[in-house]
């Protein structure tokens, strides 16, 4: 018998089964991982192609292959793909509240049977337990977890039942798993692996920079500036178009303000009616609605190629959430533009929405249910006990097991694991453990409202924010266009800097690179006080952006940091 190579077995899997001459090679890297039995955590844009990394290696493992996805529209959308090319290798099957419990159990039945080779479900659906079981009948071969930055609690995407993935996987026999999102900073790609319990994964962030995506930010003073800049943008651009506002009442009026402009524009958020969002989404689609205004509810799932602009009247809490909204202008590949109009206020409403930590009397009082004799409590006798409802327990839930204070056990229920802490100490540190993650949110509002006032390359910068290096301005963003953007990193760190610099560190072997600035980019230091933290950039050779896993996001005075000692390179 003659085994191939798997980049070999990949690539003629992509031409036979899809038709695809090639494959790029960020998904090649991650499906030759996957072959091997190696977790993955994917993060390429919007119609990058991450469907592929788990649909061609599915045609070639031995077991079918579960894939996990938020949104029902967003899993036909990937189940008509497949289907339509009429291959029985690549037959897909569903199981959500969507189905008959007769079209469950037929779904089911395919599987066993190897007629269907890929199941498409919720994670609602997993966090069932006599689901979980009929699932792990399967045997799969690999599990693709979609929109995996759903993981992160303090997101704006949180989903409780996601925060059960991890348990569900380990439940179903622990096969290969692959993340795939189209935004996940490095503290986010560190919550989902955690979260998911992925070991060592090869983890694949590429093709985050746009060319043909324009980026540009404007300062209101007043609303009345920036209803005036809105209106003048949507009667220069091509429809169709999102306008992101902050909340739902901002979304509603909005629109209906824009209609009394003559502007073809309706709401969407998440107070109304699942049947009337799903109208909406749909006429979105069809090119029936030119102007949608929406929160951030809107936009997961859309396969829309031709939305020519997007525009945010109000700073987003992060730039996770901004470049995940502004990925779906432009998908085409043509011209598209993003606008961020923001005004100060912004920034106190965002740090609103962040709330406040949680009560220590809850997790106390949480705690002390899941440790109390009788054994492991199902998630409804916890909320029965305590009088929580599920959406604050299932939060609570996560905080105690970040602490090892509750951990789940077979059949979903909950447990104390041995040597758990007390439950006043548990709430303790529950609490120091959500207030350093409300911490690390702040510090992204920071970093959005610094992308959002500076006078240098915005691609820059966003690239920077999600750990990857660039030297070179993007040029497409309203800072290059001007003139004012750096034109290359070595322009923003004075040479003379750099000369000091790479002299003092000549003795350990750990000179910076040319641009890189007194420590070298990506270079792990350690603060004084806030400890650990990764250098992500330099800001006009006097400020440097290091991510730290205490407080998140910091920008420092590059002079106060050498005056003071305050920072020194870690080993490694």
């Known amino acids: 018998m003659i085994f191939l190579p798997h980049s070999l077995r990949l690539r003629r899997a992509a031409r036979r089964q899809f038709g695809w001459a090639s494959l ?31 649909q061609v290696p599915a045609t070639l493992l031995p077991g079918p292959t579960v894939v996990v996805a938020p949104l029902l529209a967003l899993q036909q ?20 509240s969507a189905e008959t419990p007769r079209q469950q159990q037929a779904a089911l039945d395919e599987l066993r049977e190897g007629r269907a080779r890929f199941l498409f479900i919720t994670p609602e659906q997993l966090a069932r337990p006599e689901r979980l079981r009929e699932v792990r009948a399967l045997r799969p071969a690999l599990v693709a977890v979609d929109e995996a930055h759903c993981i992160s609690m303090w997101g704006h995407d949180f989903r409780p039942d996601y925060l059960r993935l991890g348990h569900a996987i380990r439940e179903l026999g622990r096969p290969p798993v692959v993340a795939l999102t189209a935004t996940a900073s490095p503290p986010v790609r560190d919550e989902v692996t955690r979260r998911l319990g992925l070991t060592a994964p090869q983890v694949v962030v590429a093709g985050l920079d746009r060319p043909n995506l324009f980026l540009e930010a404007a300062h209101c003073p007043t609303e009345d500036h920036r209803w005036r800049r809105l209106i003048g943008r949507l009667r220069d651009e091509e429809p169709p178009g999102i306008v992101y506002a902050p909340t739902r009442r901002a979304a509603e009026e909005l629109a209906v303000r824009l209609r009394e402009q003559g502007i073809e524009a ?46 945010h009247v109000a700073l987003p809490d992060s730039p996770d959430s901004y470049l995940q909204e502004i990925g779906r202008a432009g998908r085409d590949g043509a011209p598209a533009r993003a606008l961020l109009l923001h005004r100060a206020e912004d920034v106190a409403l965002q740090r609103y929405f962040t709330g406040g930590a949680p009560a220590a009397h809850e997790l106390a009082a949480l705690a002390t249910a899941v440790a109390a004799p009788g054994g492991p409590r199902t998630k409804a006798a916890l909320a029965s006990e305590t009088g929580l ?29 041995a040597g758990a802490p007390g439950p006043a100490h548990a709430a303790v540190l529950a609490v ?5 993650h409300q911490t690390v949110q702040q510090s992204r509002i920071d970093m959005m409202r610094g992308f959002a006032e500076s006078r240098h390359c915005r691609g820059q910068q966003l690239l920077a924010y999600f750990g990857e290096h660039s030297r070179h301005a993007c040029g497409h963003c309203d800072n290059c266009q001007d003139g004012r953007a750096a034109q290359t990193q070595d322009a923003t760190v004075p040479a003379a800097m750099r000369a000091a610099v790479s002299a003092a560190t000549k003795g350990d072997g750990r000179a910076a690179a040319d641009g890189d600035g007194p420590y070298p980019v990506h270079s792990t230091v350690r603060h004084v006080e806030w400890g650990s933290g990764l250098v992500l950039r330099y800001e006009g050779g006097d400020r440097m952006v290091v991510l730290f896993d205490a407080v998140g996001y910091k920008t420092l005075s590059v002079a106060a940091v050498q005056r003071n000692g305050l920072l020194a390179l870690e080993p490694g």
């Open 77 to 96: 959308d990937q189940i008509a793909g497949l289907l339509e090319r009429a291959d029985p290798r690549l037959h897909a099957v569903r199981i959500s």
């Open 24 to 54: 790029r090679k960020p998904q090649l890297v991650a499906m030759r991982a996957l072959m091997r039995g190696r977790d993955a955590l994917v993060v390429l844009p919007t119609g990058a192609g991450k469907s592929a990394v788990y």
């Open 266 to 311: 309706v709401a969407y958020h998440a107070g109304m009616s699942a049947r009337e969002r799903q109208r909406r989404h749909e006429d979105f689609l069809a090119d029936r609605v030119r102007v949608m205004v929406a929160t951030s509810a809107f936009g997961m799932g859309i396969d829309k190629p031709n939305i020519r602009w997007v525009t």
């Open 432 to 436: 120091a453990e959500a207030e350093r």
């Open 389 to 417: 409802g599920p959406r604050r327990l299932a939060q609570l839930l996560s905080l105690l097991e970040l602490v090892e204070a509750a951990e789940v056990v077979q059949g979903g229920r909950i447990a104390a694991p």
